[in-house]
């Protein structure tokens, strides 16, 4: 078996070229300088679809300026502040309900509302981190408006990168979940995966999990491979990490030696676990056998790794 390169480059969503400047997120009328300002960019959120726009290249993040979107929109939406670039160009997320009638008005010629599966490898760096950010702090706000200490609506501060409790004072801060994900590889060079009960056969990916309270990275690794597959793993190395804001998580990629081959799927995680060599596996990508996780997923990258280069089939569906 080959040894592996080191890391995972130009993972699609741990891409970024806007400078976030947090430092800026608690200057007093931020939000406010900012849409008031012609030369900012606003890149609408609709639920967790941004709108982008199709050139001939592909698609990219459609940033407007604050002029060009709805009035009603503008007074409805939650605005985020997504940072600025070298010019000093400021970049604001603009967060909506689903359906709105406002937003969906903006659509229309070459632009449209796309999700992060669909456009997130597509997009270049600037776009792919500003998506990224915009989809995970929205998620994060709809469904965090209330105080996890005593229940009380919460009040939106440092320019969308928190929520403050005016009845107990507590202050509440945009969560991520580590999750590990992992190429589990024997001694042969055979790749273990996995299919879950939900997807269509022929689909299969690399085994995952959330890290558990008290636990270390190493140990998720070999726990989750364990209680999915029933495969022993002693070593575990890091490949590199991206975000998945599906709503939360921090996706954390590894590959892992098993120490045994004999694969059980556990029935309720995975519905099937098998081991493939080199040669199997391009024979069943070939014949369409075998579906692989999109290319903006962690993944898929981490496939082809151990695979030794990049891997081209029909799939694109949207496990990570």
Known sequence: MSAPSTGLPGLALSRAAVDRRAERRTEAGLLEDLLADPATAVAALAGDKLLVEDAADGPGVALLSPA????????????LYLGQDDAGRGY???????????AEALAGGTLR??????????????????????????????????????????DVVQAGWARSCPHCGAEHYPRTDPAVIMAVVDDAGRILL?????????????????VEPGESLEAAVRREVAEE???????????????????????????????????????????????????EFTA???ARELLLPPRVSIARRLIE???????????DWARP
């Open 305 to 315: 790794d151990w695979y030794g280069g990049p891997i081209e089939d029909a799939a």
């Open 194 to 210: 996995g299919r879950q009960a939900t997807w269509p056969e022929k689909r299969y990916s690399t085994l995952a999990g959330f």
């Open 68 to 79: 060009e979107l709805p009035e009603a929109l503008l007074a409805g939406g939650l605005p």
């Open 113 to 154: 509302w796309a999700g992060l599966r669909e456009v997130g490898s597509l997009l270049d760096d600037a776009g792919a981190g500003l998506f990224t950010a915009a989809l995970a702090l929205g998620n994060w706000h709809a469904v965090h408006g209330h105080c996890a200490r005593c229940g009380s609506p919460t």
């Open 229 to 279: 597959s029933g495969v022993v793993v002693g070593d575990v190395e890091y490949r590199g990490s991206q975000p998945w804001p599906f709503p939360s998580s921090l996706m954390l990629g590894f590959r892992a030696h098993a120490l045994t081959t004999q694969e059980q799927a556990d029935g309720v995680e995975l519905a099937h676990a098998r081991w493939w060599t080199r040669e």
């Open 284 to 286: 069943d990508i070939a």
């Open 92 to 102: 604001v997320a603009l967060a909506v309900p689903a359906g709105a009638p406002d």
